[in-house]
């Protein structure tokens, strides 16, 4: 049994949170595959992707500062359809809400900080299909790492909707 000393008052415990979560995805992922300890484990504090019409490959890496310089070892490569990409994309966000309610808020640094989506341009804008992606990716960004009426696409905003209200007329 785990000593629950540091725990305050009202506050779960470590066995409360797991059951919590187990609860929560209970019959959403599976169950546990057989042969487990055969599974390759692995680190990685770097992604990247490929997308296809079929599929999506995520490839898995390791940065490495050998003799100052930085690199990137690429080691694993998962190939997964769009179908569980959608999955996996909604149960990271879960486990990434929850650990920031048990944890605080994760920080991330400027120098990876991604980019806030760049509005279309005025010859972009008249092809619907960008405004609509540009207006999702915003949303997504905005969901993830908070709106800033100080960033610099607040004013990219502000020349979308013009340029929208310009089509209009």
Known sequence: MIDNKDTKPGEPTPEQI???MAELLKG???????????????????????????????MFG?????????EVDWHT??????????LVAYFLRLQAAWNELQNGYVNIPASVMPKEPEPPTEEQAKNPINVEWYQTAKKIY???FGRSDAA?????????RKILLDQES
């Open 18 to 20: 797991g059951a919590f």
């Open 28 to 58: 959403k992922l599976g169950t546990q595959p057989e042969g487990r300890d055969e599974i390759d484990v692995s680190y990685a504090n770097n992604f990247n992707f490929e997308p296809s019409v079929w599929d999506l490959k995520i």
């Open 62 to 70: 390791q940065l490495g500062q050998h003799d100052g310089v930085a």
């Open 77 to 86: 490569e998962i190939t997964i359809p769009w179908l569980q990409a959608k």
């Open 142 to 144: 905005d969901e993830t």
């Open 152 to 160: 610099p696409n607040a004013e990219g905003d502000r020349h979308l």
